[in-house]
């Protein structure tokens, strides 16, 4: 069940949203609670019981940190041990199967059979809800929150279902306070329903349009030029409004039970920089990192090149977290940890901003390119799109993409791209027409109407799951 399913919007959210609206203010935790355990019970009781376990286990083991005498080896020992198995549990379900196929492959290269092997399938946000609970056990260790006594309470935190499949990662202290006292509105409500609509919009209309003709240029044996760079450009929109829009969709179910969640996305696309870039995309898994694995590692301190080693290993690492079934996955991030390292040489030594469209152009230029790696399912893939890139396979039209190729798919995309050129020419229209009862009538009707567009299109064709599900 996602959220872009009849299943959601016409069963699941209407009963839930009642039995939450009626439950007195002290209950409403336990109803969440219990609606977000039915929500991953849905998709797999094994995998409900897994999410269970692991929030005993942080629950637990943060008691029992904030038990241990401050600075005593006891304390760290135990904090490390609850780390260690956190990821271990994220590991075994993440990188199994890739270690498998590998040592296969070394087997067969050497002559002997391969291995007798059944896939492990990766619980839905186990991604999410591990980083999730260590942040709050080094946030407990490290006095940043106090130590949540209720179970309930952190049960709800760590399992709530608008944003642990796919995020943002939120942190305990930006919740614990909500947790305790939070108000449920029609205020709050409309906004979040208005920003949920908003999202289905862009998850429905433009990503999932765009899902087709992704898929069939990333299975071409030899993409022409423009093959290759239709599905470069298409894919580069169709994950981010598929990720923007579930963000967007997970912080308007928050506010509409009356959490707060942070922003995920900054108009990435318009970076200056790969720093930049970094600034705008994925915000929560970016300040996870910085604050959690990159400032542990030592950050900026120790000289130039252990920040560059740090800068790099911390890019390698959130590649490796984005996936277990290729190794593409680590090859993009030490891509762009490379770039980083780059990018902040360049800055030290003093070289000259470059001019602004130059910056922009170049940019996501090297974003597009490494998305490419991202997306596609092995390194052999990967080579061949960057061979169809640069012209190594003739540069004409494919017939299996002009095949494909409809005018809704041009639609979606001028779509998204005119959102994302949209903050460019908002200042300037608000400018021109200050005030206008047009503006903001479009403004209170569109994501009504766009969400009776996707309704209508949800119910005509299969549910499409969210990119980052597999994460």
């Given at each position: 069940?996602?959220?872009?399913?009849?299943?959601?919007?016409?069963?699941?959210?209407?009963?839930?949203?009642?039995?939450?609206?009626?439950?007195?203010?002290?209950?409403?935790?336990?109803?969440?609670?219990?609606?977000?355990?039915?929500?991953?019970?849905?998709?797999?009781?094994?995998?409900?019981l897994?999410?269970?376990?692991?929030?005993?286990?942080?629950?637990?083991?943060?008691?029992?940190?904030?038990?241990?005498r401050?600075?005593?080896?006891?304390?760290?020992?135990?904090?490390?041990?609850?780390?260690?198995?956190?990821?271990?549990?994220?590991?075994?379900y993440?990188?199994?199967?890739?270690?498998?196929?590998?040592w296969?492959?070394?087997?067969?290269?050497?002559?002997?059979?391969?291995?007798?092997?059944?896939?492990?399938?990766?619980?839905?946000?186990?991604?999410?809800?591990?980083?999730?609970?260590?942040?709050?056990?080094?946030?407990?260790?490290?006095?940043?929150?106090?130590?949540?006594?209720?179970?309930?309470?952190?049960?709800?935190?760590?399992?709530m279902?608008?944003?642990?499949?796919?995020?943002p990662?939120i942190?305990?202290?930006?919740?614990?306070?909500?947790?305790?006292?939070?108000?449920?509105?029609?205020?709050?409500?409309?906004?979040?329903?208005?920003?949920?609509?908003?999202?289905?919009?862009?998850?429905?209309?433009?990503?999932?349009?765009?899902?087709?003709?992704?898929?069939?240029a990333?299975?071409?044996?030899?993409?022409?030029?423009?093959?290759?760079?239709?599905?470069?450009?298409?894919?580069?929109?169709?994950?981010?409004?598929?990720?923007?829009?579930?963000?967007?969709?997970?912080?308007?179910?928050?506010?509409?039970?009356?959490?707060?969640?942070?922003?995920?996305?900054?108009?990435?696309?318009?970076?200056?920089?790969?720093?930049?870039?970094?600034?705008?995309?994925?915000?929560?898994?970016?300040?996870?990192?910085?604050?959690?694995l990159?400032?542990?590692?030592?950050?900026n301190?120790?000289?130039?090149?252990?920040?560059?080693?740090?800068?790099?290993?911390?890019?390698?690492?959130?590649?490796?977290?984005?996936?277990?079934?290729?190794?593409?996955?680590?090859?993009?991030?030490?891509?762009?940890?490379?770039?980083?390292?780059?990018?902040?040489?360049?800055?030290?030594?003093?070289?000259?901003?470059?001019?602004?469209?130059?910056?922009?152009?170049?940019?996501?230029?090297?974003?597009?390119?490494?998305?490419?790696?991202?997306r596609?399912?092995?390194?052999?893939?990967?080579?061949?799109?960057?061979?169809?890139?640069?012209?190594?396979?003739?540069?004409?039209?494919?017939?299996?993409?002009?095949?494909?190729?409809?005018p809704?798919?041009?639609?979606?995309?001028?779509?998204?791209?005119?959102?994302?050129?949209?903050?460019?020419?908002?200042?300037?229209?608000?400018?021109?027409?200050?005030?206008?009862?047009?503006?903001?009538?479009?403004?209170?009707?569109?994501?009504?109407?766009?969400?009776?567009?996707?309704?209508?299109?949800?119910?005509?064709?299969?549910?499409?799951?969210?990119?980052?599900?597999?994460?």
């Amino acid at each position: 069940m996602v959220f872009a399913s009849l299943e959601f919007l016409t069963l699941f959210l209407p009963l839930f949203l009642l039995v939450y609206a009626l439950a007195r203010p002290g209950g409403r935790n336990g109803v969440l609670l219990v609606g977000s355990w039915l929500f991953y019970g849905w998709l797999s009781p094994l995998f409900l019981l897994l999410h269970m376990a692991l929030a005993l286990l942080a629950w637990v083991g943060g008691l029992l940190v904030d038990r241990a005498r401050e600075g005593s080896r006891t304390r760290l020992r135990l904090l490390a041990g609850l780390i260690v198995l956190n990821l271990a549990v994220l590991c075994w379900y993440k990188y199994a199967n890739i270690v498998a196929a590998t040592w296969s492959q070394v087997l067969v290269s050497a002559g002997a059979l391969p291995l007798d092997w059944q896939k492990v399938a990766l619980p839905a946000g186990l991604s999410f809800i591990v980083l999730q609970a260590i942040s709050y056990l080094v946030d407990v260790h490290r006095h940043v929150v106090p130590v949540e006594r209720s179970f309930v309470n952190y049960a709800t935190y760590i399992s709530m279902f608008g944003h642990s499949i796919a995020g943002p990662i939120i942190r305990y202290d930006w919740v614990r306070r909500e947790l305790n006292q939070r108000w449920f509105t029609r205020e709050n409500f409309a906004l979040g329903a208005r920003r949920f609509m908003i999202g289905l919009c862009m998850k429905v209309l433009v990503a999932d349009t765009l899902s087709p003709l992704v898929d069939v240029a990333f299975h071409l044996d030899q993409p022409s030029f423009v093959d290759a760079w239709i599905g470069c450009l298409a894919y580069s929109l169709q994950l981010f409004f598929d990720f923007a829009g579930y963000s967007a969709m997970a912080i308007g179910l928050g506010l509409m039970l009356g959490f707060h969640f942070p922003e995920n996305f900054n108009r990435p696309y318009l970076a200056r920089s790969i720093q930049d870039f970094w600034r705008r995309w994925h915000l929560s898994l970016s300040s996870w990192l910085r604050d959690y694995l990159y400032i542990s590692l030592g950050g900026n301190r120790g000289g130039r090149w252990r920040t560059y080693r740090n800068l790099f290993l911390t890019m390698a690492i959130a590649g490796l977290w984005h996936g277990g079934d290729s190794w593409n996955y680590l090859l993009w991030g030490m891509l762009h940890g490379l770039a980083l390292c780059l990018d902040r040489l360049w800055d030290e030594l003093g070289g000259r901003p470059l001019p602004r469209p130059l910056a922009h152009g170049l940019t996501l230029l090297f974003v597009a390119l490494a998305w490419t790696l991202f997306r596609a399912p092995d390194f052999a893939t990967a080579l061949s799109m960057y061979a169809g890139q640069f012209g190594l396979h003739g540069f004409a039209l494919g017939d299996a993409l002009a095949v494909t190729l409809r005018p809704v798919h041009g639609l979606a995309a001028l779509l998204g791209v005119a959102c994302v050129l949209a903050p460019l020419w908002q200042a300037r229209i608000e400018a021109r027409l200050p005030g206008s009862a047009l503006l903001r009538g479009i403004g209170a009707l569109w994501p009504i109407a766009g969400f009776l567009l996707c309704f209508a299109l949800i119910a005509s064709r299969e549910a499409v799951p969210f990119l980052y599900f597999q994460f």
